[in-house]
């Protein structure tokens, strides 16, 4: 399933949004219409819709109620129409939130974030070979409790909770080690190198962390 399926007919607009997405970590399609969002929407899912109103063949307004027949996914709409009346459309129609266009990145990424938090966040990941309980900061493999240093732990969660997806080098390394950090990017690898040692059952050849070369790593279960 897609994270954010985004809905707006202006390709560069369209294209920047995805790509500051993309940066944080979230598996992103794009859709310039509406028929072809709800088309997308059916047969690849998404956990949340950033959605335009003034879209060709059907508007924003009229996805938004189509989806809302069969689906709870949160819905942001994105959109130059300002007036309270195309608001409370919105807003009556199901949609979670109404932003105004031109609207600040960090402000529609914060909203974002929150969603999935609130939606998506559990205390306890498990996926059969691991389990982590984020907030006694305890990992496991199988029965054993694996002995995890604060960031070897932070960074293995992170990895787990985007299971499947590629999270590029540069993203781990701000995540983890803050982009102030003093720490070199060489640290990344070498906490990648230590969490083998701790879960996989041949660190040499490694199942659970794949380094995808020239990008950064993808936990697989």
Known sequence: MTDILI???NIEMGTLLCDFLKAEGYSVEFCTDGETVLDVFE???AKLIVLDVMLP???????CKKIRETSN????IVSAKTEKDDKLSGLILGADDYIEKPYDIDI?????????TRRYSSDIVSDGFLKIDKNKRLAYKGDTQLDLTQKEFELLYLLVENTGKTLNKEFLFNK???????SEPQTLTVHIKWLRQKIENNPKKPEHIVTVWGVGYR???
């Open 7 to 9: 809905v707006e007919d």
């Open 43 to 45: 047969n690849t899912g």
């Open 57 to 63: 063949n059907m508007d924003g307004f009229a996805v």
């Open 73 to 76: 996914t949160p819905i942001i």
């Open 108 to 116: 529609l990424l914060a909203k974002i974030k929150g969603i999935f």
């Open 176 to 182: 983890i080690w803050g982009f102030d950090s003093f």
């Open 219 to 221: 936990y697989e279960r």
